[in-house]
């Protein structure tokens, strides 16, 4: 199926927030499937795109997830803290150099050779961010350092090293809800990677 490109006249935009990100408020004109153009208004949050990674190990059957607070989801009614795959803003990167370097400061484990999977946009209503998957196996003595993420980010992430199959009944369970790490679990499972 061939892709069609929107065709958008934007006829305005307002710096609604610049804090943390960029929130913007934009008016354009879409034209619709009948050819009619409507004008639409709708707010778009810019925080950059990113890239999230899974590390498996084939051999002993597990994989490596990582814990942390979460303020949005807090505030949503979850208790706060996520259990998700290692992930990050690209920050002027290229996507595979950001995942190792990111795959490494939250994890511990320094991988060379990362695989990507695919690429998605994870909520197209509102943010304008493009996330890049990869996967990679990892052995025990990738091992450099302990992980935990950049205390003066704010970060203070627990490691987990988990059998496939407990990531994936927390699943089931409700404990994993973050989709990027979803996504990610049930790729290898469905592709017998792990």
Known sequence: MQSIRAEV???????????WYTLKKYTFD?????????????????????????????EKRTVILTRQFRFPVYINGHDGYLIESAAGLL????????IKAEAEEETGYQIDQVEKVFEAFMSPGSVTEKLYFYIAEYRPDDRTGAGGGIEAE??????LEWPIEQALQAIDDGIIVDGKTIMLLYHVALKKIV
């Open 9 to 19: 006249r934007i006829l305005d935009s307002k710096i609604l927030s610049d804090d």
């Open 30 to 58: 879409l034209r619709r499937r009948n050819g009619e153009w409507q004008r639409q208004n709708r707010e778009a949050y810019d925080r950059g795109n990113g890239a999230t990674i899974l590390l498996y190990n084939r």
């Open 91 to 98: 920050d002027n990167m290229s996507p595979e150099k950001r």
């Open 154 to 159: 704010g970060e203070d992430i627990e490691v």
